[in-house]
């Protein structure tokens, strides 16, 4: 490639390439020159413009028909999110969507990932979005002339803004501010107000309009405006520490990963822990489990293990899969599985004193927090009282619950189908590949009926599974099927020479995979992998043919048989398909900004 | 490590436990008892557990009556479960086959339409795009399903077609167009008319080649289509002469017994199998030896052979399919010789015109025109359009592929435009376009089990419908997992069978 004419250093040390200049062209060239250039061209462009205007009037018409009930989705904004959390609790749901919040922030700043947008740019959204509100005044059907009149107006400010910071700026401006300023002002803007404005009114309990006061459960404008002060927060706290704080991505992905469990075992669930119970075995468990576990490890991981430490682990691995022959405590068998793990594969992380206490380190934190969340899981909720394992939310929130649990469990199963399908070893490729090839051949909706079904019935006399961690243990099923095709795809465009020199430098074979092969196949499968995860966010929503209460569900079964709003069924799915159509594009936008950051594709 | 490998020469073998041959075996066939031993596990416990519950197995269902009838289908009351079944499938099919061809073509256009340098064009496509592909389905296909419920009854059409076009509640109706008399002898003039078309079209060609000419061969091959049209509505009536023939056919197939074309079948059912497979055997010898066989080509190959044998045993199991063979096909040279009787013909000009009914202006299912119920609507639209938004990325991303290079480099040797999208950019994009496209229309299958939730009756609904009468949950299970491991392998073997037809020869 070229030469960067005049690299600009960035803070942050790295060298980016100036924005060319973008050329000025008049509007009316450029309308001769996108709308009509030839005969043909006019032509589409009248047709289609024709179709964009019944299209908008139709939508509009929709949207703002006088039979049209908005209030159906706008007073069980709740049941969308939520389900029937109860109120007195609702802390808890703010508390989860502000941990959240504050994770976003500081991560947007740990990876730097705001984008800039110029200032003409931003005149010009500016103007459009101004035209687009002017436009909803004039083009909808069955409007009053007063509403009209008011929309052409609202629309008229920022497009005059626009235009008139368009004719002051230079035709060659290349000023640009952080697009997350302009967002958060956006936001700020329609939170705040709801301060002034009195939609507020609209609260959520069982159909009735309930005046917005009282507690903070039933209030929204509140608790947003304190979301939003804490993104804002979190976001300069994040910058003002990434300079110091070196392992802040890390930590902050270590956070990510648990917060799925922490959120719904600890905040929403909110387990009532037996203190007597918790004295006498969790906490010895966990005790035994983390340190002797990590002496074992320490002497295992000595560069003098050898022999010996090999069948110690091999010992311990037969001792962890005897343990399921004998009556015991599941979580003694897990983390003695665990243990038999992190033993076989101590020789990987031999090395340094610093090494093997990082090793040991990490091993007891894994204890910790896997105890912790079994016990978590375990223990009945106080929120409901419901027995173990019964679930207390729905809406958007099981939604999220659903594709999150599933994108975790699915990625090491994925990435584990897909080196053994790649593998040297028949049996495991075999097994493997007809794992994949089933699993792709049959539709979502059947697993999901096969394990809403049989699962119960395949499981032992005493063990249980609700319906809700059954449905993701098939999903997870599922879905690593796909991603182990995904992941296969990276792991196939890695060169030879890598594998050779991987073992030329005398890498064992868990080494090369895990420090060789694995993050370079990672990283080329992160588009297909994005795209696997929103896809695994749309698809949660089949679980409504099972019966579990999404937020499809809510939106089509619930809502419409709510008392007050019989039959409104287009408006929550309105609303349900915007949040997913939100969801899933602004994750396809993100995906392909990492993509151009990674520069992925352009070799 | 380093050291103990230093201390011994490469020659000795490691003790037992660090033989990475013997460990790796070991591993495998430890993994493999576990997974086995898992499965068999959770199948007695789902014995035990059925057997506590008092629920039956046995496929008897197959045979016995369902006790329920279908919304809609070749059969809406269904003598047996396997009936119903069938039934099921026939309309899981219907709506595949539909689909594909329609989410096909509005996927193209749209495709080309983000490509287009007219910016409304653009503009329209992308917004398409970016709002379907990122809605749900499912959410979508309820939606069209609310709305469509929720309609007052609509008339589309204007002018001559006015009221051609309905929606309701109950469904969409639209004209059915049906061949009319004579139809079928003008169609044979037609269809000799467009063989001499070809011959027309290359000897132009040929004639441009050599004298340098713009010949207008293309031009030409139509006016020799519309020419043959236009004589056959005069002429048809002579083409009468074929209705005994195809009579005479009719009746030499009647007269074969079931049981040769039963050996026929198997015997045609074994050399295709021995044929595919040697055919796959040979596509992997290249100039520089035969390549490696991969999992997933052994995999086909034994597939392949189990298919063969499946075949075969259905042919010997059930002699009713050769019987009803012979029979189906007796019928249609019949039907055919009725349709081309010397009397069967009409006036000049109306032999070529198709008919069309009118759908009633209906508050039932008219009997006239086509129907959609609303259910089959709710699913196409959404399986049509979603579908529809993936292609044409497939499509655009294709199109993106071909290198600058070739176009400059057609433009520099003077091809024109047409013969640039024909003769480099497009044979160019389908290599890319092919694999990710049959996988869309893979998807497109499988997603018509989303019916079930407006309840149409595909197979997963019909099978929902009958484990919950007769409590058969793991058969039923079975047959749909069968049913769409072999639908998802023929498709993908289809694609396949052109996949390597157009892959690049690389050296």
Do not use: C
């Not at chain 1, 994925?414 to 493997?432: C, D, E, H, N, Q």
């Not at chain 1, 119960?456 to 599922?478: N, T």
């Not at chain 2, 236009?230 to 017994?257: E, N």
């Not at chain 2, 655009?396 to 520099?412: F, S």
Request: cysteine-free; overall charge positive.
């Amino acid at each position: 490639m070229t030469e960067p004419t005049s690299p600009n250093v960035t803070a942050g040390g790295r060298v980016q390439l100036a924005r060319p200049k973008e050329p000025y062209i008049p509007p009316r060239e450029w309308i001769r020159d996108n709308l009509f250039s030839t005969p043909f061209n006019s032509i589409l462009t009248v047709l289609f413009t024709a179709l964009v205007f019944v299209m908008t009037r139709g939508m509009l018409g929709f949207i703002f028909g006088h039979d049209r009930r908005w209030e159906a989705p706008a007073t069980n904004l709740r049941f969308l999110m939520t389900q029937a959390y109860p109120d007195e609790q609702y802390i808890r749901v703010w508390f989860t969507f502000g941990w959240i919040l504050a994770l976003a922030g500081l991560s947007l700043a740990a990876w730097n990932a705001a984008p800039r947008v110029g200032y003409r740019n931003l005149a010009r959204k500016a103007a459009s979005v101004g035209v687009a509100v002017a436009l909803i005044g004039l083009v909808a059907p069955a409007m009053s002339t007063s509403g009209r009149l008011q929309y052409v107006l609202i629309g008229a400010i920022p497009m005059a803004a626009g235009i008139i910071a368009l004719k002051i700026l230079d035709n060659h401006d290349t000023r640009d501010m952080s697009a997350f300023v302009v967002q958060v002002l956006v936001v700020a803007g329609i939170i705040l107000s709801l301060w002034t404005v009195p939609y507020g009114q609209h609260t959520f309990v069982d159909g009735a309009a309930r005046v917005d006061s009282g507690t903070v459960a039933q209030s929204t404008k509140l608790p947003l405006t304190i979301m939003l002060l804490v993104i804002i927060a979190a976001f300069y706290v994040g910058r003002t520490i990434r300079p110091h704080f070196k392992q802040l991505k890390a930590v902050l992905g270590g956070i990510w990963l648990l917060s799925p469990f922490i959120l719904t075992t600890l905040v929403l669930r909110d387990p009532a822990f037996d203190s007597g119970h918790l004295l006498s075995t969790d906490i010895p468990i966990g005790l035994a489990f983390a340190l002797g576990g990590g002496a074992i490890l320490w002497l295992l991981s000595s560069a003098k293990a050898g022999e010996t430490g090999r069948i110690a682990a091999a010992i311990i691995l037969v001792l962890a899969f005897a343990s399921f022959l004998t009556p015991m405590r599941m979580i003694v068998r897990i983390d003695a599985l665990m243990l038999a793990g992190a033993a076989l594969s101590s020789a990987t992380f031999a090395g340094s004193r610093e090494a093997r206490l990082r090793f040991v380190g990490g091993w007891m934190g894994a204890i910790v927090i896997v105890n912790w969340l079994v016990t978590a899981t375990n223990t009945p909720s106080t929120v409901f009282g419901l027995p173990t394992g019964t679930f207390y939310g729905g809406g958007l929130t099981l939604t999220l619950i659903i594709t999150s649990f599933t994108l975790i469990f699915a990625f090491p199963l994925g990435v584990t189908m897909a080196l053994a399908r790649t593998s040297k070893m028949p049996i495991f490729r075999v097994m493997s590949t007809a794992y994949i090839e089933t699993i792709r051949g049959i539709p979502l909706i059947t697993v999901f009926i096969f394990f809403a079904i049989m699962l119960p019935l395949l499981l032992p006399d005493g063990m249980e599974v609700a319906k809700i961690p059954a449905i993701v243990i098939g999903y997870v099923l599922f879905s690593s099927a796909y991603l182990a095709e995904n992941v296969r795809g990276g792991l196939q465009s890695i060169g030879r020479g890598q594998h050779e020199a991987a073992e030329a430098l005398g890498l064992t074979t868990a080494q090369k995979t895990l420090m060789i092969t694995l993050p370079q196949a990672l990283r080329v499968s992160i588009p297909p992998l994005v795209g696997q995860a929103i896809g695994t966010f749309k698809e949660s929503s089949l679980v409504l043919i099972v019966g579990l209460f999404d937020l499809l569900f809510i939106a089509r079964n619930v809502i419409p048989n709510t008392s007050g709003f019989l039959g409104a069924q287009r408006e929550p799915l309105m609303v349900a398909s915007f949040i997913y159509w939100a969801g899933s594009y602004s994750m396809s936008k993100a995906s392909q900004r990492v993509e151009r950051k990674l520069g992925l594709g352009e070799r | 490590m380093t050291a103990s490998q230093t201390e011994h020469p490469a020659t000795t073998r490691p003790p037992l436990w660090r033989d990475a041959v013997v460990v790796k075996w070991v591993a495998q066939v430890f993994t493999l008892v576990v997974v086995v031993g898992v499965l068999i596990f959770l199948v007695t416990q789902a014995k035990t557990s059925l057997n506590d519950n008092g629920i039956r197995t046995g496929f008897d269902f197959i045979k016995t009556n369902p006790g329920f009838q279908l919304a809609e289908g070749i059969d809406t009351s269904p003598a047996t479960g396997g009936r119903a079944l069938y039934v099921g499938m026939v309309n899981m099919f219907r709506i595949t086959f539909v689909g594909i061809i329609f989410a096909t073509m509005l996927g193209v256009l749209v495709g080309l339409g983000r490509l287009s340098g007219n910016w409304m064009v653009e503009k329209v496509s992308t917004v398409f795009v970016e709002t379907i592909r990122n809605v749900p389905l499912l959410v979508q296909i309820i939606f069209y399903d609310a709305v469509i419920t929720q309609l007052a009854p609509v008339e589309f059409g204007v002018g001559p077609i006015s009221g051609w076009f309905m929606v309701t509640q109950k469904g969409v109706s639209m004209p059915r167009i049906f061949a009319a008399d004579g139809f079928y002898q003008w169609a044979v003039v037609v269809l000799v008319g467009a063989v001499v078309a070809r011959f027309v079209y290359r000897h132009e060609v040929d004639r441009r080649d050599e004298t340098g000419q713009d010949t207008k061969p293309g031009f030409k091959a139509m006016g020799t289509i519309v020419a043959f049209g236009l004589l056959g509505l005069l002429i048809h009536p002579l083409f009468g002469f074929l209705g005994p023939i195809f009579g005479g056919i009719a009746r030499v197939i009647g007269a074969i017994p079931p049981g040769a074309v039963q050996l026929a079948l198997i015997a045609l059912a074994a050399t295709a199998v021995v044929i595919w497979i040697r055919r796959f055997w040979a596509s992997f010898d290249g100039p520089s030896g035969r390549a490696k066989l991969t999992d997933d080509d052994w995999f086909r190959i034994v597939f392949a052979g189990i298919g063969g044998l499946l075949v075969a045993a259905v042919v010997v199991l059930w002699p009713g399919l050769s019987a009803w063979i012979v029979h189906s096909t007796h019928d249609f040279f019949r039907f055919l010789e009725t349709k081309f009787e010397f009397g069967n013909w009409s006036r000049p000009l109306d032999g070529m015109r198709p008919g069309v009914i009118k759908p009633d202006r209906f508050t039932s299912f008219s009997p006239n025109g086509l129907t959609m119920s609303r259910a089959f609507a709710a699913v196409f639209l959404g399986v049509v359009l979603y579908t529809a938004s993936f292609i044409a990325e497939i499509i655009r991303g294709g199109i993106l592929a071909v290198p600058k290079g070739q176009l400059e480099a057609a433009d520099a040797v003077g091809l024109t435009k047409g013969q640039k999208l024909r003769h480099i950019v497009l044979p160019q994009a389908f290599r890319v376009i092919l694999p990710p496209m049959g996988n869309q229309y893979l998807n497109l299958a499988k997603n018509t089990t989303l019916a079930i939730a407006v309840g149409y009756s595909d197979l997963v609904q019909v099978g929902q419908t009958l484990y919950n009468q007769s409590g058969r949950t793991i058969e039923v299970m079975a047959i749909w997992m069968l049913f769409y491991l072999s639908v998802s392998l023929g498709l993908s073997s289809i694609v396949n069978f052109w996949n390597v037809r157009l892959k690049l020869v690389e050296r």
